[in-house]
T-cell receptor, first 116, second 113 residues
Framework: AQTVTQSQPEMSVQEAETVTLSCTYD???????LFWYKQPPSRQMILVIR??????QNATENRFSVNFQKAAKSFSLKISDSQLGDTAMYFC?????????????FGKGITLSVRP | DGGITQSPKYLFRKEGQNVTLSCEQN?????MYWYRQDPGQGLRLIYY???????QKGDIAEGYSVSREKKESFPLTVTSAQKNPTAFYLC????????????FGPGTRLTVT
């Protein structure tokens, strides 16, 4: 079974600065996907970024980028130029890439506060 | 606009009553999912459905039931057997079961007293 661990329950960052959210996972699979989801106060879950395990290049989406370390089973999210609208809970998630049992396994989440 | 709707946003029930949460999607997705979210916990999978008239238990299915009679609809019933039903419930869908991108609805907050 896969597990996803987010050990920091809360973080705070000053507007315009950079923050990194940590995530580790445990799996015996070689092919899989990793995700970061954002849940703002509205509670609507929004996909921020995804990473395919077979790709060595780290995924980037505008101000959001990941540091994917497959051997260390680490998947951190870096938010550059933090904005007030980035205030939200962020969830790291794992999915096996194939098969009828492919489903998302989520970490417990981290609450990020961006200070003006 | 395509998307997932969940209604109502807030739901209140007395202990011992069954309650059904609605989830509708017009994205033409085959796969649909129900998750439960509790404070300090990530999302946990209750049930999922790959196709009409087929559904599978997730990690915490006890005390819940689902049906999938139409592609667009995947209602979740929280039965009186669910010991701690008060939670935030999220419905999601994806093109198919192996597709990585899931789209989420706005959620329903269920309070049972």
């Amino acid at each position: 079974a896969q597990t996803v661990t987010q050990s920091q329950p809360e973080m705070s960052v000053q507007e315009a600065e950079t923050v990194t959210l940590s995530c580790t996972y445990d799996t015996s699979e070689s092919n899989y996907y990793l995700f970061w989801y954002k849940q703002p106060p509205s509670r609507q879950m929004i996909l921020v970024i995804r990473q395919e395990a077979y790709k060595q290049q780290n995924a980037t989406e505008n101000r959001f980028s990941v540091n994917f370390q497959k051997a260390a089973k680490s998947f951190s999210l870096k938010i550059s130029d933090s904005q007030l609208g980035d205030t939200a809970m962020y969830f790291c998630a794992f999915m096996k890439s194939t098969g009828a049992n492919s489903k998302l396994t989520f970490g417990k989440g981290i609450t990020l506060s961006v200070r003006p | 606009d395509g998307g997932i709707t969940q209604s109502p946003k807030y739901l209140f029930r007395k202990e011992g009553q069954n309650v059904t949460l609605s989830c509708e999607q017009n994205l033409n997705h085959d796969a649909m999912y129900w998750y439960r979210q509790d404070p300090g916990q990530g999302l946990r999978l209750i049930y999922y459905s790959q196709i009409v008239n087929d559904f599978q238990k997730g990690d915490i299915a006890e005390g819940y039931s689902v049906s999938r009679e139409k592609k667009e609809s995947f209602p979740l019933t929280v039965t009186s057997a669910q010991k701690n039903p008060t939670a935030f419930y999220l419905c999601a869908s994806s093109i198919d079961l192996g597709t990585y991108e899931q789209y989420f609805g706005p959620g329903t907050r269920l309070t049972v007293t």
